[in-house]
């Protein structure tokens, strides 16, 4: 499958945190060939393992002196569930994960009840609000779905806690620029891709898990369990960073540039060196991202997993974040990629065991 | 079960400081469990081996949660004329507490007060302070000490076919195991009856009795919201007398939808009343044992409840009895997902 | 070697980057400890056997500091940086920084007052729009005497003060760092003991929650510099803790209940041992005791603390006499648990 392919039917497919198995058969389809196994764990992770070579003759190293790599990009998207079928027919919304409510006001988007349903994201019109009313941001309670029926009828087709997406198809703006929603982190997972791709044409010794975790969204949920189920040696997050326009300050990262490699607290420096150092190696053009403590990727919760695992970041840059329009460049995607099959295969045991500090 | 209900919700067992309710709890479920054990953090756990014969479905180590600490206030200072400084732990409103009396474990009662405050919603609770009747520091300190924890008063009232009380938040989700426990007959999985610690200031209990159990299933119960007193403008379901809650969301969690799935199609095969629950605000042990170790399928039944984190918390009966019977069917079934 | 306080809490290592820190410690317990290793995020661990077999004593105190980050460079030369940990924003104007490994003096300058508006007086300032002035006058300048990532430090050094006090900058929790190495250094510890000086505490707990899952212990200890706000315009029961009265002993914090028979036994003990002590008279802060608490199947924690007045920011203050007192009462109360007497 092709990764702009994969991309498009991931990000026009439908995966609120905590529902992401209507994309496991996709993720599986594109990643199985380029894998040794598949599996879909406890809660959804959908896992594609490379294995790697056996060090030295005989080959006869035991399991657990495998030298793992965990590669994580988080293929849930943030949506909305019902609450209340009011009595007119009206459905009020909680969040599954971040929103900001003033992106959803008049967004068409699609329920997930008995069927898939069309529905529109109402609130009351300016015509009728009061002065302050106009002023002010709208809440999420204040929202509702209409669904164009009664109370009879939706209750016969929908109910509370069904989930709801947005309305969006994946469209190719000019050059290699792209716009979708759940771009976060739907573009990390086709980054799998590339990497699982490019790295089954290459040697390596340590065995690749690539993860396309489950509630990041929401808890972290499937980064913490999946690596505590693997238990890597190194964790590498791929996910999406803040791009302009209108960003503060001299750092902001920018699209066709190249993935951005983070650096701090939450990324072992000798990891970021590595990714570095490959990048400038293979003609990789990448953008230094400074995170100073927390990255709110899965590389948070997998470097404390068990007895500590070393991380890193590789960033996917994107505009517009957590809105249905979010914009990204297909290159960086693809260089990306690049760069993570590169890195895997440079790592080997003494690599690992360089890790631990002094 | 209104017994039950009645010495649970009675007990005295703020978050950190559970030993004496549990041991009114241990003591109630002893008869219907082979053995009972507490952890390092506290949590009071009753096993119930399985007959292992599920009709050749997988036999799972079943854990059940329910929290049977309840939020309270704590002291922090005890000043020269042996007024008590304090601070919460867990949701404890400084306007709820206005007018009330609260207790210590040693059963020494205290009136709240305050400082003079202009503005009632600058009221916080650094401006006010506990009076135990003490004339000066020394005297207070024969009876408390920096460090005690005070509940509301007691006080179990019945109205028709409702209670209301303090700590039903989550007394009543412990009453539901144990009365499970008692109805229960043929079960084939493992049931290990968590009766968990300190929820109210972090869902900590749950996390390292999960951690330590390590459950292939997880069933928690607790108490929820609710949407049938005036004016509440919310966008909550559940009402009371609605039955049980079978939760699909809350604050810690998202209740994967084949579990959710399994407790409707339990209720509605077995004629039990129930509601649908989303619960924007508020977590539960259902989310610390979803990511214990793997990763564990978990779902939770909950009890609509007016009031909640006031003295007066309100369930219906039939709620509570709806909760049991769901729970039974659940455990006595194959639990496939 | 003796230990050298200043020497400890002159060290910079801002969160992620304690290298430095642990190399010290590292030297102060040295032939102290029947193993002494590290792990990939940094923590420092001190082994010390003892002769039976439990129960399982952690004690944790952290390395790390709060601080900042270089985060970019504008074309004028001037340095962007990032908070690493909790540094209220008032902290901040007017101060001299040292930057990176070759701790590049740096100033984070204001407006003069005479070009400001009355209005703007009364405001606080952003902290968007502060900067950091290394006297480059380009980027390309700039970037010749600092990188990305570098650390950066209040420049600030320890030293005596008043009366049997001291002033330093990274009190929290270098004094914590000070009695875990005394404690690992002296006393006569039957329960097996790991000392660990953790890492990135200030922003999350993180050294503690690795250390924790490794070690898998039964009890744990977190030393702790803490809040203490006896200074005017706080009234007594919003102090917290007072200086000179001894260790600090908590209840409960932000991220434990700190269990009861723990804390009974610290009250028991110093009050054997003759040792003033005070309770710390709040609720809020989470430290490593939380990690230890929660690690796997629980923990029984518990947390000993010198006061320091004004943590988080550019120069604290505590008193050596609570300092001395803390290391005799975590000591004292460390050989108890090993005699059996933590009863629950």
Known sequence: ????????????????????????????????????????????????????????????????????????GHVDEIGLMITKIDEHGFLRIAQVGGF??????????????????????????????????????????????????????????????????????????????????????????????ECLRRLSQMRHEADVYAVATVQEETSFGGAITGAWAIQPDIGIAIDVGHAGPGLPGPDAMELGKGPAIAMGANIHPRIHELLTRTARECGVAYQDDVEPAATGTDAWPMQISRAGVATGLISIPLRYMHTSVETGNMRDITEAGRLLAEFCARVDRAFVEGLRWS | MKELIRNFTQAYGPAGHETQVCEVIRQAVAGYCDRTSTDALGNLIAFRAGTGEAGGGKRHRVMLAGHMDEIGVVVTHIDEHGFLRFTNVGGVSPHVLLGQRVEFGNGRVGSIGTERVDEIKDLKHDKMFIDVGAKSRSEAEEWVSVGDVATYQRGLVEMGTRLSSKAMDDRIGCVIIAETLRRLKSCPHDVYAVFTTQEEVGLRGARVSAYGIDPTFGIAFDVTGMNDTPNLKNILNMKLGGGASIKAKDASVVVPPKVRDLMVRTAREND??????????????????????????????????????????????????????LATKLLEGPLEL | MELDIKRLADIRGVSGQEQDVRAYCRDLVSGHADEIFSDTIGNLYAYRRGTQDGPVVMIAAHMD???????????????????????VPAQLPAKVVRIGPSAVPGVIGTKAVHLQQPDERTKPFDPKNLVIDIGAKSKEEALKLVKLGDQITWDVEFGPFGNGLWKGRALDDRVGCGVLAEVIRSGDYACPVYGVFTVQEEIGLRGARIAANRIMPQIGIALEGTVCADIPGVE????????????????????????????????????????????????????????????????????????????????????????RGAVRLVRALVESIGRGELKV
């Open chain 1, 1 to 72: 499958m092709q990764t702009k392919e994969f991309l498009r039917r991931l990000t026009e497919g439908v995966g609120v945190s905590g529902h992401e198995h209507h994309l496991s058969s996709v993720v599986l389809e594109a990643l199985g060939p380029y894998a040794h196994r598949v599996e879909v764990d406890a809660l959804g992770n959908c896992i594609a393992v490379r294995q790697g070579e056996a060090r030295g003759e005989g080959g006869g190293e035991a399991a657990g002196e495998r030298v793992k790599i965990m590669l994580a």
């Open chain 1, 100 to 193: 900001d409510p003033r992106t959803l006001v008049g967004q068409e988007v699609t329920v997930h009840g008995r069927r898939a349903l069309p529905g529109i994201i109402g609130i009351k019109p300016p015509h009728i609000m009061s002065e302050d009313e106009r002023r002010k941001a709208a809440k999420l309670e204040e929202l509702f779905v209409d669904i164009g029926m009664d109370a009879a009828a939706a209750g016969e087709v929908v109910s509370v806690g069904d989930i709801i997406t947005l309305s969006r198809r994946f469209i190719e703006l000019h050059g290699d620029v792209v716009a979708a929603k759940a771009m976060d982190d739907r573009a990390g997972v086709a980054v799998l891709l």
């Open chain 2, 272 to 325: 039990i009343p129930y509601q649908l629950e989303v619960l924007p605000s508020g977590g539960t042990d259902t989310g610390a044992i979803l990511l214990t170790r793997a990763g564990v399928p978990a779902g939770c039944i909950s009890v609509p409840t007016r009031y909640i984190h006031t003295p007066v918390e309100t369930i219906e009966t039939s709620d509570v009895e709806a909760c049991v019977q």
């Open chain 3, 65 to 87: 500091e709060v601080g900042f980050l270089v985060r970019g460079v504008d074309k004028e030369g001037m340095v962007h940086f990032a908070n690493v940990g909790g540094i």
């Open chain 3, 236 to 323: 007594t029961h919003g102090q917290v803790t007072r200086v000179g009265r001894g260790p600090a002993v908590s209840f409960m914090d932000g991220g434990t209940i700190h269990h009861p028979a723990l804390r009974r036994l610290i009250v028991a003990v110093a009050e054997r041992e003759g040792i003033p002590y005070q309770w710390r008279e709040a609720t809020g802060g989470a430290n490593d005791a939380a990690a230890m608490s929660l690690a796997g199947a629980g923990a029984m924690a518990c947390a000993v603390s010198v006061p320091c007045r004004y943590i988080h920011s550019p120069v604290a203050v505590c008193s050596e006499s609570d300092f």
